[in-house]
């Protein structure tokens, strides 16, 4: 089967270094970081500069469209692109979620339930078409197009269910991010106990966006809706800086540039998972150093 899969992939795609970089801590605190921007960049452009919701989101979609082009032109895992176009897929994936509830009265429970077929349908078709859903095996422009898909989804479905957490149901910001905290830890022992490492990571991935939304909305909203005041302006660059420190640190260090081409990855994505999360876990700096 692998010798089939190499020999049907296009030569663009064989020479393509894995356009994902490694799963480490700093891969997660700048996810969550993205998470948290896109949720108080959204607000900040459509209420603090006055774009409103519609122009807000055909701004950043174009944004995007531009980022995404430039990520789908490198041929292996460049940070300052690949997490530029998190940042920004972070802000179009609230406006999805935000234009259906606000401007066509989708309820929240609805658009919960849709992006979660959505997102399942999306898998389905990446796996059947590849075989893996390993974010280690992203070394064909098909596969990148089923990632940064199954990306927007995620976040468009986070969204929805954060909110449908914190504002519909009444819970508030503290309570939904200890609820989704909660549940990232759970999925994190599973994990380390032996569970899918593919399903586990795509499920804590899917739940750090309600989970960096209710920090974002914790610290940007006014006390009197439960928040702590500081305001989307504040929030969005302290996250910003923070995110693009962090990405200047892992351009000079290449802490999480994975290895090779990706090729051993494709016909058993959970075992290449989970050898490359345990070569990041263990060994560091050894990663790079063996590029």
Excluded at 193 to 198: I, L, M, S, T, Y
Excluded at 256 to 274: I, K, L, Y
């Amino acid at each position: 089967m692998t010798t089939h899969m190499r020999s049907a992939a296009p030569t663009r795609g064989r020479q393509m270094l894995n356009k994902v970089p490694e799963v480490t801590v700093y891969f997660w605190v700048i996810k969550v970081l993205a998470t948290t921007v896109g949720e108080t960049a959204a607000d900040f452009l459509n209420v603090g500069v006055g774009l409103g919701l519609t122009g807000t989101s055909l701004v950043m979609s174009a944004v995007l469209v531009a980022a995404l082009v430039a990520q789908f032109r490198t041929r292996a895992y460049v940070p300052g692109v690949y997490w530029l176009a998190v940042v920004l897929i972070s802000i179009v994936g609230t406006l999805i979620t935000d234009n259906l509830s606000d401007n066509l009265g989708v309820p929240l429970v609805t658009t919960t339930i849709v992006f979660s077929v959505v997102l399942v349908v999306t898998f389905a078709a990446w796996f059947a078409r590849e075989r893996t859903l390993s974010i280690h095996s992203i070394v064909t422009t098909r596969r990148e197009a089923f990632y940064w898909a199954a990306i927007l989804f995620t976040f468009a479905l986070g969204t929805a269910a954060g909110d449908l957490l914190a504002e519909q149901l009444g819970l508030g910001y503290l309570v939904s991010l200890g609820l989704f905290a909660a549940a990232i830890a759970a999925v994190a022992a599973a994990y380390y106990r032996g569970a899918n490492a593919v399903l586990t990571f795509w499920v804590a991935y899917i739940l750090t966006r309600p989970l960096g939304a209710s920090f974002g909305d914790l610290l940007s909203q006014p006390g009197g809706h439960g928040g702590l005041g500081l305001g989307t302006t504040v929030t969005s660059l302290l996250f910003l800086v923070t995110i693009s420190a962090l990405v200047v640190y892992l351009t000079r260090t290449r802490r999480d540039v994975t290895t090779g081409t990706g090729s051993r990855h494709t016909s058993a994505g959970t075992e290449g998972q989970h050898r490359s999360v345990d070569r990041g876990r263990h060994r560091g700096t050894a990663v790079a150093d063996t590029e």
